[in-house]
């Protein structure tokens, strides 16, 4: 159904690079492996590395997120992907903005649910516990919505 999705937050260092590698993990069993799944920020620290409490958290998952490296959303990105999920409604607005016709392909994370999930960058661990927990949330919802 998907070709691509793409996970976007603001830094592209906290919550999108969580997201995108427990999609990755999550469907790596599954007929949807083959999807392209990435990420990146409105506002994005570019070239960064993925932030230390983030790297902690996915590798007490036995996720490796080392290797990611932020990079800024931009129109290519957007018409490269057919499914863009956000962490906010206000990046919803800012895809839109950035590409209106991206209009019916950018969903929040938490769509099914109705939920946000808050920039933990800067916070206490706990931040990112809690933005994780809503990460997976999110991910799974969509996993059993539209990829099972």
Request: glycine share 6%; hydrophobic share 45%.
């Amino acid at each position: 159904m998907f070709s691509g999705v793409l996970l976007v937050c603001v830094g592209n260092i906290c919550r999108s690079p969580m997201a995108e590698a427990l999609l990755i993990d999550r469907l790596s069993d599954s007929n949807y492996s083959r999807i392209n799944i990435a990420s990146a920020g409105v506002g994005a620290l570019v070239g960064h590395e993925a932030d230390a409490t983030a790297k902690e958290l996915m590798t007490e998952k036995n996720i490796d997120v080392s290797a990611h490296r932020a990079r800024q959303l931009n129109t290519e990105l957007i018409s490269e992907y057919d499914l863009i999920l956000v962490m906010e409604k206000s990046h919803i607005n800012a895809v839109h903005n950035m590409a209106p016709s991206s209009k019916g392909k950018v969903h929040l994370l938490g769509k099914w649910s109705d939920f946000e999930i808050s920039d933990p960058y800067m916070q206490p661990r706990r931040e990112f516990e809690v933005a994780l927990e809503l990460i997976e949330r999110g991910v799974d919802e969509w996993i059993e919505k539209v990829f099972s």
